[in-house]
């Protein structure tokens, strides 16, 4: 008998990782291959992460004997260096966030017992473009508001705007209301998102213990979790669940 994803768990941590459990195990090559995608659309932002000690002229450590020539070099890698940043930022917030929403969704997808599709993860540039990045902005910026006045409010400010980018996705909301329905949706919810997210670092480190490769199924479950406590969350609050169209084929 062909194995069936429970649609309507509860929202508990539980529920959650179990169910996220049986997404995994039934969409694992689809959700693997999301993963690894999103791997890859992750790692450039770390080429710009140059550290530089003293007497540090670039990766080769070169010395110049001339002072005039020393400051014109680093004018030059400071210069270099600036607009780096400038683009691993564009990069971070105007295309980044368009693939990790696209992914969440495929993950929502896959709970839902619909096969991922993957024109979702480059729909967002298609449509609803600034709505993710506005919203992404927006999400950020209230954390770091929140971590700036002593940590938990930070702490407490993420957890209940966990569904962002589902919401942003799923139900195609404004930055605003997004952040709206997330907070009245979550409401309840605030310490099973938290308990969860301590869970989702142990079950990274033990991925890591696997010499690395057990971080991908443990990234899988971990988004096949969130996803299915989202989809829980929808209906223990009474809302209909908005299903996407699957436009593959």
């Known amino acids: ?15 959650s990782f179990g169910n996220g459990w ?16 999103m791997g890859l659309i992750m790692g450039p932002t770390q080429i710009f992460q140059w550290h530089f000690g003293p007497g540090d002229h670039g990766p080769c450590n070169w010395r110049i004997p001339d002072w ?53 993860l480059v729909s967002g540039f298609r449509g609803n473009y600034l709505n993710i990045v506005l919203a992404n902005l927006l999400t950020a910026a209230l954390v770091m508001l929140g971590i700036i006045a002593l940590v938990v409010p930070g702490i407490i400010i993420a957890c209940r705007l966990a569904f962002v980018s589902y ?5 195609k909301l404004d930055p605003i209301n997004a952040v709206e329905e997330s907070w009245k949706m979550t ?3 605030g310490w099973t998102i938290f308990f969860m997210a301590i869970l989702s670092f142990f079950i990274i480190i033990g991925g890591l213990c696997f010499i690395f ?37």
């Open 68 to 120: 005039r020539l020393h400051n014109l070099g680093l004018i030059a890698l400071g210069m270099a260096t600036a607009v780096f940043g400038l683009f691993a930022l564009a990069y971070a917030f105007l295309i980044i966030p368009v693939f990790k929403y696209g992914g969440r969704m495929m993950f929502v997808q896959a709970v839902r017992d619909t096969r991922p599709d993957f024109n979702m």
């Open 187 to 189: 409401r309840g919810h």
């Open 22 to 37: 049986d997404v995994m195990k039934k969409y694992f090559l689809p959700l693997l291959l999301v993963v690894f995608v």
């Open 213 to 249: 490769v057990g971080v991908f199924p443990a990234a899988i479950w971990i988004g096949s979790s969130f996803a299915s406590l989202y989809e829980a969350v929808l209906i223990d609050k009474g809302l209909k669940a908005v299903a996407v169209e699957n436009t593959a084929g």
């Open 1 to 15: 008998m062909e194995e069936t994803v429970q649609k309507k768990p509860n929202p508990s941590l539980g529920e």
């Open 167 to 171: 919401l942003v996705m799923d139900k």
